[in-house]
């Protein structure tokens, strides 16, 4: 496997479509654990300064995407209309401020 040098702009790139992909679930709980998921994973490899072990973690990173972006597609196909509690709270709260 060759080892290619990803760019600081290709990983933001790529953070920043996972937290689009998060955008699209409609469950509020769903929705958060992939954006709390999301950042604890960047954090987590953050600290990566072999060229090879940063390759590997962004070529994972792109496969996790794909699978969270095809999840988002097949749960809008099912998510009930009903929002969740912590949006309703929100909500009201928003609109009495």
Do not use: C, H
């Not at 604890?40 to 994972?60: H, V």
């Amino acid at each position: 496997m060759a080892s290619t040098s990803v760019s600081k702009g290709q990983i933001l790139s790529l953070y920043r479509s996972f937290l689009r992909t998060a955008r699209q679930f409609r469950d509020y709980n769903i929705r958060e654990y992939t954006k709390r998921r999301t950042v604890d994973g960047f954090r987590q490899n953050r600290g990566l300064t072999d060229p090879s072990s940063i390759s590997a973690a962004f070529s994972e990173a792109k496969s996790q995407l794909d699978v969270a972006k095809r999840q988002a597609v097949v749960y809008s196909l099912y998510a009930p209309d009903i929002r969740s509690v912590m949006e309703t709270d929100l909500k009201v709260i928003v609109e009495r401020t």
